[in-house]
């Protein structure tokens, strides 16, 4: 059982914009940095997002991150069909002194 | 380029015992943490536990602890995770990533994954 929620889904159509939430506690989210993965059918998950709101190089910056209290989101714009994949948040539970990732939310392009 | 490259898919009976690798290339294998993270079918990421080479320090998610064992052999910059009793809810994907520990804890690298099968 995930101590981070995301939503199962969202979707939108191609151009518009997605955002996906991951809501957590102050012994996770609320304490420490936050980073999102991306993962296409039969892949493996790749970093987008780190410490909140960094992206690697080579991520587009149509990919946002942000953080506010015990919850962060993942903002997608200009969505393009290539961004159909499982999309996860990530951070430290201090409680648990484990790594913790949320349920997952699945972006559909329609 | 940074490359881990994980040992190839495996197919075992419950009770039997297996160790799959991770071979980090690229960068200084003893400057990063490694952590695995377990994928069951259809299902979502799990944090097992993770090892910093350079000095052996492993940590475990209580989930994992005295599940399974991390390790790594530095002169071969490989890490490794290993079962002495495989049971059929271990059947699952596999992913070694390259990481950070503590509260800027993300892991910027990723293996194509192992897909370890148990089945009788």
């Known amino acids: 059982q995930s101590v981070l929620t995301q939503p199962p889904s969202v979707s939108a159509a191609p151009g518009q914009k997605v955002t996906i939430s991951c809501s957590g506690s102050?012994?996770?989210?609320?304490?420490?940095?936050v980073s999102w993965y991306q993962q296409l059918p039969g892949t493996a998950p790749k970093l987008l997002i780190y410490?909140?709101?960094k992206r690697p190089s080579g991520i587009p910056d149509r990919f946002s991150g942000s953080k506010s209290g015990t919850s962060a989101t993942l903002g997608i714009t200009g969505l393009q069909t290539g961004d159909e994949a499982d999309y996860y948040c990530?951070?430290?539970?201090?409680?648990?002194?484990?790594?913790?990732f949320g349920t997952g939310t699945k972006v559909t392009v329609l | 380029e940074v490359q881990l490259v994980q040992s190839g898919a495996e197919v075992k009976k419950p009770g039997e015992s297996l160790k799959i690798s991770c071979k980090g290339s690229?960068?200084?294998?003893?400057?990063?943490?490694i952590g695995w993270v377990r994928q069951m079918p259809g299902k979502g990421l799990e944090w097992m536990g993770i090892?910093?080479?350079?000095?052996?320090?492993?940590r475990y998610s209580p989930s994992f602890q005295g599940q399974v064992t991390i390790s790594a052999d530095k002169s071969i910059s490989t890490a490794y995770l290993q079962w002495s009793s495989l049971k059929a809810s271990d059947t699952a994907m596999y992913y070694c990533?390259?990481?950070?520990?503590?509260?800027?804890?993300?892991?910027?690298?990723w293996g194509q994954g192992t897909l370890v099968t148990v089945s009788s």
């Open positions: 990533a390259r990481g950070f520990l503590g509260s800027s804890s993300y892991f910027d690298y």
């Open positions: 410490d909140n709101n």
């Open positions: 102050s012994s996770n989210i609320g304490n420490n940095y």
């Open positions: 090892i910093y080479p350079g000095d052996s320090d492993t």
């Open positions: 990530g951070t430290w539970d201090s409680s648990l002194s484990a790594k913790v």
């Open positions: 690229g960068y200084s294998f003893t400057s990063y943490w």
